[in-house]
């Protein structure tokens, strides 16, 4: 007599979790920030840029896995209203990895990037 009343709750208990929505994001709901150059040493300078924000937009790049904090990307006049841009110094500390950068723009559209850090050879 238990099994009868346990089979109700365990198929309540898969209905529930058949409600649950998938909020699961893909690398398809990213959108392209460029950085160039890319590779980068420590202690250079890359360019950001990215064309998902839309015409006259702003974006933010979190770059605190490299210790440079966040990097606002605004529109840049009349010639490419629909490119938002900025620049990024990666600090001397940083050592050789690859780090993943990501943003989000002023309308919601998240974008992400690899930077490669690589070690400058020295001259002895």
């Known amino acids: 007599m238990r099994t009868a009343r346990l ?13 649950i929505p998938n909020t ?22 890359v360019n950001l840029n990215s064309s998902e924000c839309g015409s006259n937009s ?4 979190y770059a605190q896995v490299l210790d440079a904090g966040t990097v606002r990307l605004t529109s840049r006049g009349q010639t490419h209203p629909e490119d938002v841009q900025g620049t990024l110094r990666i600090p001397n500390s940083v050592p ?14 998240k974008l992400d990037a690899t930077l490669e850090i690589k070690t400058r050879n020295r001259i002895p």
């Open 58 to 61: 702003s974006a933010i790049v």
């Open 96 to 109: 050789p990895a690859s780090y993943a950068l990501g943003g989000k723009c002023a309308n919601g559209r």
């Open 7 to 19: 089979f109700p709750a365990a198929a309540a208990a898969a209905t529930a979790l058949l409600a």
């Open 24 to 45: 699961t994001a893909y690398a398809g709901d990213f959108g392209l920030l460029e950085v160039t150059p890319n590779p980068a040493y420590p202690g250079s300078t």
